[in-house]
Each structure stands twice: as structure tokens, then as C-alpha cells.
């Protein structure tokens, strides 16, 4: 593994331990050159409650690339409204030591706006 990978995980080891001892619902976050995820992940760490990405087929249609700032905002959206159709409203934001910036910011500020809290 390069040292630029292994330095993102150093840094998402922390934010990954505090919402491990707050026992939150986490929105988590990877992203690719190529395309970006999101996941609704349980308060245990062990279960995938909702998933959203830019490579599922039917977002394809939707999205001209999967790997610019408009694409990041309509996977926050689906993802905000599959968490609110399971009864989840709040949840810890794991942003997996990538900056809160870019892609990641247009994907946390959609879900915010479609209604989940964090």
C-alpha cells in the first residue's frame, strides 16, 4: 500500500474510534477517481443498513460522471432519503480521512439537505 493510502486510513482510524464509543449510526464515505459511495452503516460496525453509488445502474443514467461534484450531491440525496425510508435520521458523518472538501462536502451538505442530521 502507498504511503498517501495508509496515511487517509491513519487519520480515519480516529474519527472511526470516536463514533465507535459515541454507538452512532455512520455515514461513511470512499470515493474513486472513477466514482464515489456512500454507506449507512449500524451503530455494532458489522451491518450495511443503505448503500448509494455512482456505479449502480440505474445512477449511471442520471449521472454523466460519476466522478465530479453534482454526481456526489445526487448519491447524498439517495442515500439521505434510502436512511430516512429505514427510519434514520441521525447519524455520525465518517468522512474515511478524506478532506471535507469537494466531492465529499457536496455529498455530506445534500444528505443535510434532504433531511439527515449529523
Known amino acids: 500500500m502507498s504511503d498517501k493510502i495508509e496515511a487517509r486510513l491513519r487519520r480515519a482510524k480516529a474519527t472511526r474510534a470516536k463514533i465507535a464509543q459515541l454507538n452512532a449510526v455512520r455515514l461513511t464515505v470512499h470515493r474513486s477517481n472513477a466514482h464515489i459511495y456512500a454507506q449507512v452503516i449500524d451503530a455494532s460496525g458489522s451491518k450495511v443498513l443503505a448503500s448509494a453509488s455512482t456505479a449502480e445502474k440505474?445512477?449511471?443514467?442520471?449521472?454523466?460522471?460519476?466522478?465530479?461534484?453534482?454526481?456526489?450531491?445526487?448519491?447524498?440525496?439517495?442515500?439521505?432519503?434510502?436512511?430516512?425510508?429505514?427510519?434514520?435520521?441521525?447519524?455520525?458523518?465518517?468522512?474515511?480521512?478524506?478532506?471535507?472538501?469537494?466531492?465529499?462536502?457536496?455529498?455530506?451538505?445534500?444528505?443535510?439537505?434532504?433531511?439527515?442530521?449529523?
Not at 439517495?78 to 465529499?104: C, N, P, T
Open 58 to 118: 440505474d445512477v449511471r443514467g442520471a449521472v454523466k460522471n460519476g466522478g465530479n461534484v453534482q454526481a456526489a450531491a445526487e448519491i447524498g440525496k439517495r442515500i439521505a432519503e434510502k436512511a430516512k425510508q429505514l427510519g434514520i435520521s441521525e447519524v455520525a458523518f465518517d468522512r474515511s480521512g478524506y478532506r471535507f472538501h469537494g466531492r465529499v462536502k457536496a455529498l455530506a451538505e445534500a444528505a443535510r439537505e434532504a433531511g439527515l442530521k449529523f
